[in-house]
Protein backbone atom coordinates (compact mmCIF):
# COMPACT_ATOMS: atom_id res chain seq x y z
CA UNK A 1 0.00 0.00 0.00
CA UNK A 2 1.16 3.71 -0.93
CA UNK A 3 0.77 6.09 1.46
CA UNK A 4 0.74 9.68 -0.46
CA UNK A 5 -0.29 13.17 -0.42
CA UNK A 6 -3.63 11.80 -1.51
CA UNK A 7 -3.98 9.29 1.26
CA UNK A 8 -7.83 9.86 3.05
CA UNK A 9 -6.83 9.51 6.70
CA UNK A 10 -9.71 8.04 8.96
CA UNK A 11 -9.51 6.82 12.97
CA UNK A 12 -11.52 5.87 15.68
CA UNK A 13 -11.68 8.08 18.57
CA UNK A 14 -12.05 6.71 22.06
CA UNK A 15 -10.09 5.53 25.30
CA UNK A 16 -8.95 3.10 25.21
CA UNK A 17 -8.40 2.66 22.01
CA UNK A 18 -5.20 0.39 22.46
CA UNK A 19 -7.13 -2.98 21.75
CA UNK A 20 -9.37 -1.44 18.85
CA UNK A 21 -9.73 -3.77 15.87
CA UNK A 22 -10.98 -1.21 13.70
CA UNK A 23 -7.85 -0.11 12.22
CA UNK A 24 -6.99 -3.71 11.15
CA UNK A 25 -10.72 -4.21 9.61
CA UNK A 26 -10.78 -0.43 7.94
CA UNK A 27 -7.69 -0.81 6.43
CA UNK A 28 -8.39 -4.64 5.26
CA UNK A 29 -11.05 -3.00 3.59
CA UNK A 30 -9.23 0.15 2.21
CA UNK A 31 -6.41 -2.14 0.37
CA UNK A 32 -9.65 -5.10 -0.63
CA UNK A 33 -11.06 -2.22 -2.48
CA UNK A 34 -8.11 -0.49 -3.84
CA UNK A 35 -8.94 2.94 -2.04
CA UNK A 36 -5.93 5.20 -0.95
CA UNK A 37 -6.98 5.43 2.49
CA UNK A 38 -5.61 4.94 6.13
CA UNK A 39 -7.37 4.69 9.45
CA UNK A 40 -5.62 5.20 12.59
CA UNK A 41 -6.57 4.75 16.57
CA UNK A 42 -6.54 8.01 18.32
CA UNK A 43 -6.66 8.12 21.96
CA UNK A 44 -8.64 11.01 23.00
CA UNK A 45 -9.51 12.71 26.22
CA UNK A 46 -10.97 15.56 24.87
CA UNK A 47 -13.90 15.01 22.74
CA UNK A 48 -14.67 18.86 21.73
CA UNK A 49 -10.84 19.14 20.50
CA UNK A 50 -11.07 15.86 18.66
CA UNK A 51 -14.23 16.86 16.72
CA UNK A 52 -12.83 20.29 16.07
CA UNK A 53 -9.03 18.66 14.97
CA UNK A 54 -11.28 16.04 12.59
CA UNK A 55 -12.43 19.62 10.52
CA UNK A 56 -9.09 21.24 10.69
CA UNK A 57 -7.13 18.70 9.45
CA UNK A 58 -9.63 17.25 7.21
CA UNK A 59 -9.62 13.70 8.31
CA UNK A 60 -12.09 12.07 6.04
CA UNK A 61 -14.24 9.87 8.53
CA UNK A 62 -14.26 8.79 12.30
CA UNK A 63 -15.40 6.09 14.31
CA UNK A 64 -16.57 7.61 17.44
CA UNK A 65 -16.01 4.64 20.49
CA UNK A 66 -16.76 4.54 24.20
CA UNK A 67 -16.50 6.88 26.22
CA UNK A 68 -17.48 9.52 23.93
CA UNK A 69 -20.05 8.42 21.55
CA UNK A 70 -22.96 10.75 23.61
CA UNK A 71 -20.58 13.64 24.00
CA UNK A 72 -19.41 14.36 20.28
CA UNK A 73 -23.03 15.22 19.34
CA UNK A 74 -23.10 19.28 19.98
CA UNK A 75 -20.05 19.55 17.97
CA UNK A 76 -20.94 17.99 14.70
CA UNK A 77 -23.39 20.28 11.78
CA UNK A 78 -25.54 17.16 11.67
CA UNK A 79 -26.89 14.40 13.36
CA UNK A 80 -29.06 11.28 11.81
CA UNK A 81 -32.70 12.01 13.07
CA UNK A 82 -31.33 7.95 13.93
CA UNK A 83 -28.84 9.05 15.94
CA UNK A 84 -30.58 11.59 17.72
CA UNK A 85 -33.26 9.51 19.26
CA UNK A 86 -30.14 7.16 20.42
CA UNK A 87 -28.72 10.04 21.66
CA UNK A 88 -25.13 8.28 20.53
CA UNK A 89 -22.70 8.60 17.23
CA UNK A 90 -20.32 6.14 16.55
CA UNK A 91 -19.99 7.27 13.00
CA UNK A 92 -18.38 11.40 11.69
CA UNK A 93 -18.75 11.71 8.17
CA UNK A 94 -16.68 14.92 7.06
CA UNK A 95 -17.86 16.72 3.33
CA UNK A 96 -15.85 19.59 3.15
CA UNK A 97 -16.08 20.41 6.39
CA UNK A 98 -19.73 19.67 7.13
CA UNK A 99 -19.10 17.47 9.95
CA UNK A 100 -22.54 14.76 9.84
CA UNK A 101 -23.16 11.90 13.18
CA UNK A 102 -24.76 8.60 12.44
CA UNK A 103 -25.35 5.23 14.41
CA UNK A 104 -24.81 1.71 12.59
CA UNK A 105 -25.05 0.28 16.11
CA UNK A 106 -28.19 -0.46 15.88
CA UNK A 107 -29.09 -0.93 12.33
CA UNK A 108 -25.79 -3.71 12.06
CA UNK A 109 -27.62 -5.84 14.56
CA UNK A 110 -30.52 -5.03 12.98
CA UNK A 111 -29.25 -6.71 10.00
CA UNK A 112 -27.60 -9.68 11.75
CA UNK A 113 -30.89 -10.46 13.35
CA UNK A 114 -33.25 -10.01 10.06
CA UNK A 115 -30.31 -12.79 7.93
CA UNK A 116 -31.46 -15.16 10.60
CA UNK A 117 -35.39 -14.40 11.18
CA UNK A 118 -38.07 -11.74 10.24
CA UNK A 119 -38.37 -9.33 13.06
CA UNK A 120 -41.39 -8.03 12.88
CA UNK A 121 -43.85 -9.18 15.26
CA UNK A 122 -41.26 -11.19 16.71
CA UNK A 123 -41.08 -11.11 20.79
CA UNK A 124 -37.85 -10.13 21.53
CA UNK A 125 -35.81 -10.06 24.84
CA UNK A 126 -33.24 -7.59 24.84
CA UNK A 127 -31.07 -8.13 27.87
CA UNK A 128 -29.40 -4.48 28.91
CA UNK A 129 -30.41 -1.32 29.22
CA UNK A 130 -27.15 0.99 28.24
CA UNK A 131 -25.94 2.51 25.56
CA UNK A 132 -25.98 -0.34 23.74
CA UNK A 133 -29.56 -1.51 24.40
CA UNK A 134 -30.50 1.95 22.88
CA UNK A 135 -29.60 1.47 19.88
CA UNK A 136 -30.52 -1.48 19.41
CA UNK A 137 -33.66 -1.25 20.92
CA UNK A 138 -34.56 1.55 18.54
CA UNK A 139 -33.63 -0.19 15.57
CA UNK A 140 -35.78 -3.52 16.55
CA UNK A 141 -38.96 -1.45 17.42
CA UNK A 142 -38.46 0.38 14.73
CA UNK A 143 -38.48 -2.60 12.30
CA UNK A 144 -41.90 -3.71 14.23
CA UNK A 145 -40.01 -5.80 17.08
CA UNK A 146 -41.91 -6.64 20.17
CA UNK A 147 -39.70 -5.83 22.19
CA UNK A 148 -39.21 -6.46 25.83
CA UNK A 149 -36.37 -5.00 28.35
CA UNK A 150 -34.66 -7.32 30.35
CA UNK A 151 -32.75 -5.96 33.28
CA UNK A 152 -30.70 -6.62 36.31
CA UNK A 153 -31.25 -2.74 37.87
CA UNK A 154 -35.62 -2.42 37.27
CA UNK A 155 -35.16 1.77 37.35
CA UNK A 156 -32.73 1.77 34.30
CA UNK A 157 -34.64 -1.22 32.96
CA UNK A 158 -38.13 0.81 33.19
CA UNK A 159 -37.07 4.01 31.88
CA UNK A 160 -35.26 2.76 28.70
CA UNK A 161 -38.99 0.64 28.34
CA UNK A 162 -40.33 3.81 28.49
CA UNK A 163 -38.44 5.71 26.04
CA UNK A 164 -38.62 3.03 23.51
CA UNK A 165 -42.87 2.14 24.73
CA UNK A 166 -41.73 -1.51 24.84
CA UNK A 167 -42.27 -3.71 27.31
CA UNK A 168 -39.98 -4.42 31.12
CA UNK A 169 -39.68 -7.06 33.05
CA UNK A 170 -36.58 -7.85 35.61
CA UNK A 171 -33.61 -9.98 34.39
CA UNK A 172 -34.32 -12.48 37.61
CA UNK A 173 -38.02 -13.16 35.78
CA UNK A 174 -36.72 -14.40 32.25
CA UNK A 175 -38.79 -17.63 32.57
CA UNK A 176 -41.76 -16.07 33.22
CA UNK A 177 -42.51 -15.78 29.46
CA UNK A 178 -41.75 -17.08 25.97
CA UNK A 179 -39.57 -15.20 23.48
CA UNK A 180 -38.45 -15.57 20.08
CA UNK A 181 -34.96 -13.78 20.33
CA UNK A 182 -32.34 -13.18 22.72
CA UNK A 183 -29.93 -10.08 22.36
CA UNK A 184 -27.27 -9.77 24.89
CA UNK A 185 -26.30 -5.80 25.35
CA UNK A 186 -24.19 -6.56 28.70
CA UNK A 187 -21.08 -7.20 29.17
CA UNK A 188 -21.82 -10.54 31.43
CA UNK A 189 -19.74 -12.80 29.71
CA UNK A 190 -17.15 -10.75 28.69
CA UNK A 191 -13.15 -11.52 29.33
CA UNK A 192 -12.57 -12.00 32.46
CA UNK A 193 -15.88 -12.92 33.33
CA UNK A 194 -15.93 -15.94 30.77
CA UNK A 195 -18.01 -18.29 33.31
CA UNK A 196 -21.11 -15.81 33.71
CA UNK A 197 -23.93 -15.49 31.23
CA UNK A 198 -26.96 -13.27 31.47
CA UNK A 199 -29.50 -16.18 31.52
CA UNK A 200 -29.13 -18.68 33.91
CA UNK A 201 -32.19 -20.42 33.32
CA UNK A 202 -30.72 -22.22 29.82
CA UNK A 203 -34.12 -24.91 30.12
CA UNK A 204 -35.83 -21.58 28.63
CA UNK A 205 -33.31 -21.65 25.61
CA UNK A 206 -34.48 -23.65 22.50
CA UNK A 207 -34.81 -23.09 19.10
CA UNK A 208 -34.83 -19.39 19.49
CA UNK A 209 -32.14 -17.17 17.81
CA UNK A 210 -29.58 -16.22 20.36
CA UNK A 211 -26.94 -13.00 19.76
CA UNK A 212 -24.11 -11.75 22.06
CA UNK A 213 -22.55 -8.42 20.92
CA UNK A 214 -19.68 -9.85 22.92
CA UNK A 215 -16.88 -10.59 20.87
CA UNK A 216 -13.83 -10.88 23.48
CA UNK A 217 -14.53 -13.62 23.77
CA UNK A 218 -16.30 -14.81 20.59
CA UNK A 219 -17.84 -18.15 22.27
CA UNK A 220 -18.92 -16.45 25.19
CA UNK A 221 -20.73 -19.13 27.59
CA UNK A 222 -24.14 -18.15 26.16
CA UNK A 223 -22.99 -18.87 23.00
CA UNK A 224 -22.09 -21.94 23.52
CA UNK A 225 -24.68 -23.02 25.71
CA UNK A 226 -27.43 -21.87 22.84
CA UNK A 227 -25.49 -23.41 20.18
CA UNK A 228 -25.91 -26.83 21.90
CA UNK A 229 -29.42 -26.51 22.36
CA UNK A 230 -29.94 -26.20 18.71
CA UNK A 231 -30.94 -22.27 18.56
CA UNK A 232 -29.73 -20.23 15.53
CA UNK A 233 -26.55 -17.92 17.42
CA UNK A 234 -25.37 -14.87 16.17
CA UNK A 235 -21.51 -13.81 17.80
CA UNK A 236 -20.23 -10.35 18.63
CA UNK A 237 -17.78 -10.73 15.36
CA UNK A 238 -21.13 -10.24 13.15
CA UNK A 239 -22.19 -7.29 15.33
CA UNK A 240 -18.82 -5.96 15.04
CA UNK A 241 -18.20 -6.04 11.17
CA UNK A 242 -21.62 -5.20 10.17
CA UNK A 243 -21.38 -1.66 12.13
CA UNK A 244 -17.69 -1.20 10.10
CA UNK A 245 -18.95 -2.20 6.60
CA UNK A 246 -21.80 0.38 7.54
CA UNK A 247 -19.41 2.79 8.12
CA UNK A 248 -17.31 1.93 5.39
CA UNK A 249 -19.83 2.62 2.98
CA UNK A 250 -21.28 5.84 4.16
CA UNK A 251 -17.70 7.41 4.48
CA UNK A 252 -16.28 5.96 0.51
CA UNK A 253 -20.06 5.42 -1.06
CA UNK A 254 -18.19 1.77 -2.16
CA UNK A 255 -19.84 -1.43 -1.07
CA UNK A 256 -17.81 -2.66 1.93
CA UNK A 257 -15.76 -5.66 1.55
CA UNK A 258 -17.85 -7.57 4.07
CA UNK A 259 -16.88 -10.58 3.97
CA UNK A 260 -12.90 -9.73 4.14
CA UNK A 261 -13.50 -7.73 6.82
CA UNK A 262 -14.93 -10.46 9.01
CA UNK A 263 -12.23 -12.86 8.03
CA UNK A 264 -9.67 -10.43 9.18
CA UNK A 265 -11.54 -9.90 12.38
CA UNK A 266 -12.56 -13.47 13.01
CA UNK A 267 -8.80 -14.31 12.19
CA UNK A 268 -7.13 -11.74 14.89
CA UNK A 269 -10.73 -13.00 17.63
CA UNK A 270 -9.28 -16.25 17.08
CA UNK A 271 -5.40 -15.54 17.26
CA UNK A 272 -5.50 -13.51 20.22
P1 LIG B 1 -23.13 0.04 27.48
O1 LIG B 1 -23.27 1.52 27.29
O2 LIG B 1 -21.89 -0.54 26.88
O3 LIG B 1 -24.35 -0.70 27.04
P2 LIG B 1 -23.64 0.36 30.32
O4 LIG B 1 -24.34 1.65 30.08
O5 LIG B 1 -22.65 0.29 31.40
O6 LIG B 1 -22.91 -0.20 29.04
O7 LIG B 1 -24.78 -0.74 30.56
C1 LIG B 1 -24.47 -1.98 31.01
C2 LIG B 1 -25.72 -2.85 31.11
O8 LIG B 1 -25.30 -4.14 31.49
C3 LIG B 1 -26.72 -2.38 32.16
O9 LIG B 1 -28.02 -2.64 31.71
C4 LIG B 1 -26.36 -3.25 33.36
O10 LIG B 1 -27.44 -3.53 34.23
P3 LIG B 1 -27.82 -2.53 35.45
O11 LIG B 1 -28.64 -1.45 34.85
O12 LIG B 1 -28.55 -3.39 36.39
O13 LIG B 1 -26.50 -2.05 36.00
C5 LIG B 1 -25.98 -4.54 32.68
N1 LIG B 1 -25.08 -5.35 33.53
C6 LIG B 1 -23.78 -5.11 33.80
N2 LIG B 1 -23.29 -6.06 34.63
C7 LIG B 1 -24.32 -6.94 34.87
C8 LIG B 1 -24.45 -8.14 35.62
N3 LIG B 1 -23.43 -8.66 36.29
N4 LIG B 1 -25.66 -8.75 35.62
C9 LIG B 1 -26.71 -8.25 34.93
N5 LIG B 1 -26.65 -7.11 34.20
C10 LIG B 1 -25.48 -6.47 34.17
Partial sequence: ????????????????????????????????KGLNG???????????????????????GCSVTIPHKTAVL???????PFARQV?????????????????TDGPAALAALQSKIQVAGKKVALIGAGGAARGIGHALCAAGAAVTILNRSVDKGERLAQT???????LAEVDQRPFDVFVNTTSVGMYPGVRSSPLNKYIYIQN????????????TRLITRARRKGCTVIDGAEMFVRQGALQFELWTGVPAPYEKMETVV????SSS
Fill in 1 to 32: MRIDSATRLYAVLGDPVAHSLSPLMHNCAFEA
Fill in 38 to 60: VYVALRVTDPKGAVAAVKSLGLA
Fill in 74 to 80: PFLEEVT
Fill in 87 to 103: GAVNTIINRDGYLTGDN
Fill in 164 to 170: LSADFMP
Fill in 208 to 219: QVIMDIIYNPLE
Fill in 266 to 269: RQEL
